[in-house]
């Protein structure tokens, strides 16, 4: 069970940070990540940012790196996406969804993972983020 929380609408060059509380199980077991869906697009989801804790690999898409970091509290269960100098291509609705890290002891490269929506396992219903000029 995901739940995000922190979206808002800000301007242009502002930070802010997401919030994605896990329950049913701790961190170390998954790899979390956020996506996003930007207006118009029906069903396709960008991944941002994944960790995959245990060893906390990260990644970031390039529209991101540098500006945007993903970290997670393993005593409150909370993933976190602070995001930096915002602009107008950040806004979208931003899902959580989480998968367990290495199903059958297969580990699957944390790249890989966060550019495909299709192979996490639990999605939160989404925080919207709004950014004017």
């Known amino acids: 069970h995901l739940v995000e929380s922190g979206g808002k609408s800000v301007q242009s060059g502002a930070s802010l940070t997401l919030s994605c509380e896990v329950s049913?199980?701790?961190?170390?077991?998954?790899?979390v990540g956020w996506f996003r869906q930007a207006p118009g697009q029906d069903r396709e989801r960008e991944g941002v940012s994944c960790i995959r804790f245990g060893d906390d690999t990260t990644y970031y898409s390039d529209t991101v790196k540098g500006r945007f970091a993903i970290s997670g509290d393993s005593l409150r269960n909370v993933v976190y996406l602070q995001m930096n100098t915002v602009d107008l291509r950040d806004t979208a609705e931003y899902f959580c969804?989480?998968?367990?890290?290495?199903?059958?002891?297969?580990?699957?490269?944390?790249?890989?993972?966060?550019?495909?929506?299709?192979?996490?396992?639990?999605w939160g219903r989404g925080t919207q983020v709004t950014v004017s000029s």
């Open positions: 969804a989480a998968r367990l890290r290495s199903p059958g002891g297969v580990m699957t490269a944390v790249k890989t993972m966060c550019e495909s929506q299709w192979d996490w396992k639990w």
């Open positions: 049913g199980g701790p961190l170390s077991r998954l790899a």
